[in-house]
C-alpha cells in the first residue's frame, strides 16, 4: 500500500498541474509546530505557498500546532508568544485571514475527539515503523512517549477534521501522510460501508458514503534555504535569519557567521559551506533561483570588486536579505503594534475551525452509530 516516493512525486506534479484548473477541487491544510519564530526558510519553504494557494482560489487552513510542541519536549515555553509571531508571519506575508482559515489545534475540542476513533484504526506495529517519529526521538534523546508515537494519529486528524485532500509536505512527512491515509481509508471501511475492493479502477463503489477522503502529499519545490553557516536553519545552531529581526540585527548576525580564509569567493557547498549558503541566500533574496549557476555569478561580481573577500561577500548578503525582508517586517511591525487584534484574529479562526470540526464530528459519531 505504501507509495514509493517516486510515485508520490509523480501524484504531486499532477496535482499541480490540476490544481491551477480545478482549485475549488481541493482543500489544503498545512501548518507547522510553535516551537519558535519563524525564519527565512520558513518564508521560502512554506508561506509563499500558502499564500499562493490563497491567489489561486484553493480552500486553505493552516493548523499551529501547539500538542505537538510536547512531543519531544518537557514544556510549553514561550508558545503564546510563538504562536501570536507565527500568526503576525504568516499575516505579513500576505494571508488573509478571511479567506485562508488560521487556528490552534489545542483549541478545537472536536478535533481532538476524532484522535478516539482514528487510534483504533491503527496497529502498535504501525506506529513503531514511523521512520520520522524514530528519527525524531533519537534527536530529542529521550524515551517515545505516548504522544510521540501517537502524534502522526492526531496529525490525520489535524488534516481530516477539515477533509483536507492536499497537504503539501517535505519528504520527512510522508510517512504521517501516509497514516492519514490509511485512517481516512479504514474509517470509511470500518465504519462508513465504503468497499475499496470491488472496483475495476480502485476508487470507492459507493463514494458517496465515504466520511474522509485520501489526503495527497504536495511535495515542495521550494528553494531550500541552508543557515548561515550552511547547516540546516535551525535555532539551536545561532544560524538562522529571523523574519521578525531588524535590519542591524541581521547585519550583526551575519557578520558572526562563518567562512573561511580563501579571499577568491566560489560556489562550492561542500568545501565552503559558509561561503556558499551566503551566496545561496543573496540569490534567492534577489529573487533568483538557487540553481548553482547564480551563486556562481553573484561569486564572480565579488571577485571582479577589487575589495573582494568575505567582507564584500556579506555586506552583499546583508543588503540582499535586507532589502527583501523590508517589505515583510514593515506589515510584521505594523501588525504586532496590535496585539488584540493578533488575538482576535486567531480566536476568529479558532471559532472557525470549531464550527467545521463539529460538522465533522457529527458525521462521524453517525457513521459510528454513538448518537442518543
Ligand atoms: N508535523 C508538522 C511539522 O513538524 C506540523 C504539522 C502539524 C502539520 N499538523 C500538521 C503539517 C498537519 C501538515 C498537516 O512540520
Given amino acids: 500500500m ?8 509523480k501524484r504531486s506534479l499532477a496535482i499541480e498541474q490540476d490544481l491551477k484548473i ?33 491567489q ?23 508558545v503564546q508568544n510563538n504562536v501570536y509571531g507565527i500568526v503576525a508571519d504568516n499575516l505579513a506575508a500576505g494571508l488573509d485571514p478571511e479567506k485562508t482559515m488560521l487556528f490552534c489545534h489545542s483549541q478545537v475540542p472536536e478535533l481532538n475527539q476524532l484522535l478516539l476513533p482514528f487510534l483504533a484504526l491503527v496497529s502498535e506495529a504501525e506506529l513503531r515503523r514511523n521512520p520520522t517519529v ?10 517515545l512517549s505516548g504522544l510521540m508515537l501517537t502524534y502522526p ?8 477534521f477539515c477533509k483536507g485532500n492536499l497537504v503539501p509536505v517535505g519528504k520527512d512527512q510522508l510517512p504521517h501522510l501516509e497514516i492519514a491515509r490509511v485512517v481516512a481509508r479504514r474509517f470509511n471501511e470500518r465504519f462508513g460501508g465504503v468497499d475499496y475492493g470491488q472496483s475495476a479502477d480502485g476508487r ?4 458517496a458514503q465515504a466520511v474522509f477522503p485520501e489526503p495527497d502529499a504536495l511535495l515542495s519545490k521550494a528553494a531550500h534555504v541552508p543557515g548561515l553557516d550552511g547547516r540546516k536553519m535551525s535555532k539551536s545552531f545561532g544560524n538562522a535569519v529571523y523574519l521578525g529581526m531588524t535590519a542591524d540585527e541581521t547585519a550583526a548576525l551575519i557578520k558572526k557567521s562563518p567562512t573561511d580564509a580563501e579571499r577568491q569567493i566560489a560556489f562550492d557547498p561542500e568545501n565552503r559551506p559558509g561561503v556558499s549558503a551566503l551566496l545561496t541566500t543573496t540569490a534567492l533574496c534577489r529573487g533568483l533561483e538557487a540553481n548553482g549557476e547564480s551563486e556562481a555569478q553573484i561569486a564572480a561580481e565579488i571577485n571582479a570588486d577589487p575589495k573582494f573577500g568575505a567582507g564584500l561577500l556579506k555586506k552583499k548578503a546583508t543588503e540582499a536579505i535586507n532589502e527583501f525582508l523590508a517589505p515583510h517586517r514593515a506589515r510584521r ?22 464550527e467545521v470540526a463539529a460538522q465533522t464530528l457529527g458525521e462521524v459519531q453517525r457513521a459510528m452509530g454513538t448518537v442518543y
Fill in 134 to 143: 524514530k528519527a525524531e526521538t533519537e534527536a530529542a534523546g529521550r524515551t
Fill in 153 to 160: 494519529v492526531h496529525q490525520a486528524a489535524d488534516i481530516l
Fill in 2 to 9: 505504501t507509495d514509493t516516493y517516486e510515485a508520490s512525486v
Fill in 204 to 207: 470507492p463503489r459507493n463514494f
Fill in 333 to 354: 511591525a505594523e501588525i504586532e503594534r496590535d496585539a488584540d487584534a493578533i488575538k482576535a484574529i486567531l480566536r476568529r479562526g479558532n471559532a472557525r475551525a470549531r
Fill in 56 to 78: 489561486q482560489g484553493v480552500p486553505t487552513a493552516i493548523v499551529i500546532a501547539d500538542y505537538q510542541v510536547i512531543t519531544d519536549r518537557d514544556t510549553l515555553d514561550d
Fill in 22 to 54: 480545478n482549485p475549488q477541487n481541493y482543500r489544503v491544510l498545512t501548518g507547522e509546530r510553535p516551537t519558535g519564530r519563524l525564519h527565512l526558510g520558513h518564508l521560502f519553504g512554506s508561506l509563499q505557498a500558502r499564500v499562493r494557494f490563497q
